[in-house]
């Protein structure tokens, strides 16, 4: 469903791209008043599957064990479930979701200028180096334009007009050690996975709010940062605060952010607390019972911001 006013007639889903679902309340014909955003959107087997052929240069084997491992499967679901509350609750909610995957581009990242390869200050880069075609860029690129040429849009009819945003993602349990995403990458990442290896990777918090750019100008909308600490205090799930990065210049969630201050929040959770079970290299089936509990400090601090917008 889209929103009802001929002025978001151009906020409508493109195929591949982005899915665009808006959640009206009940008798309600306003546009939302929350944006959520999940960049990283492209979590079904049938997200790379149908980009893959398009790719016509050569790519490593098993490259879908990278897409399943670097996915931020969860943050859908945690989306649609959110959404659907506060509609019931009376808050209008416009939710898209990237179908790129980050495999081929990351649409989360600056693409223009972008080193291939290189992981900067923890931030995996636009554009893996084993995209080596002039083709296989221009055609990724121009996804990733139109993405934010739809996205760019829909901040500027919420957040533009007073109304809030959301950026949902989700991360892996620990922070493995991986500096190059490059023709290896699967082989790296299978090392880096071996039990033995794997434990001794740092573990990431269950939740971390994304809040501070580099300059440690807290960006995100204090309010919203301090009920959702303090919600899932209430069920014993632990929240860092930047524990894991930054919003940096190279991700476009700053710049969203930095166009519009104190009215964004950037949430990380860890898939193992979605997933049953957490496969890192095959498709990992989401809990609903996990959704909800893990969303659900998400519901009460937004329901609560969004009465004052």
Not at 45 to 69: C, E, K, N, S, W
Request: hydrophobic share 45%; charged share 20%; proline share 8%.
């Amino acid at each position: 469903m889209h929103p009802p006013q001929s002025e978001y007639e151009d906020l409508r889903s493109i195929a591949g791209v982005c899915e665009v679902a808006w959640h009206a309340p009940a008798g309600d014909a306003a546009g939302p008043a929350l944006l959520i955003e999940v960049p990283h959107g492209a979590t079904r087997p049938g997200d790379y599957h149908d980009l893959r052929p398009r790719i016509t240069g050569a790519l490593p084997g098993q490259l879908d064990h990278f897409f399943y491992v670097n996915t931020d499967i969860g943050a859908p679901e945690c989306a649609d479930w959110l959404a659907r509350e506060l509609a019931e609750r009376g808050h209008g909610v416009l939710v898209l979701r990237c179908g790129v995957p980050r495999t081929f581009i990351d649409c989360n990242r600056v693409a223009a200028g972008a080193v291939p390869g290189i992981v900067v200050e923890g931030m995996t880069p636009a554009v893996a180096s084993y995209i080596r075609e002039p083709a296989d860029r221009a055609l990724l690129e121009d996804l990733h334009f139109r993405y934010h040429a739809l996205v760019a849009r829909a901040y500027a009819r919420v957040c533009g007009r007073g109304g809030l945003a959301l950026q949902l993602h989700t991360y892996a349990p620990r922070s493995v050690g991986i500096d190059v995403i490059d023709d290896e990458i699967v082989r790296a990442l299978h090392r880096a996975y071996e039990p033995e290896v794997y434990a001794t990777w740092p573990e990431r918090p269950p939740v971390d709010l994304i809040t501070a750019g580099p300059d440690a100008r807290v960006l995100a909308h204090p309010g919203m940062v301090a009920a959702v600490k303090a919600g899932y205090a209430e069920i014993d799930v632990a929240v860092g605060e930047n524990a894991t990065y930054r919003l940096h210049p190279a991700t476009m969630g700053y710049h969203y952010a930095a166009l519009y201050p104190a009215q964004l929040l950037c949430v990380e959770m860890r898939r193992d607390l979605l997933a049953d079970p957490f496969v890192p290299f095959g498709e990992s089936p989401i809990s609903a019972a996990k959704v909800a509990r893990m969303t659900t400090p998400l519901l009460a601090a937004v329901g609560d911001a969004l009465v004052s917008v």
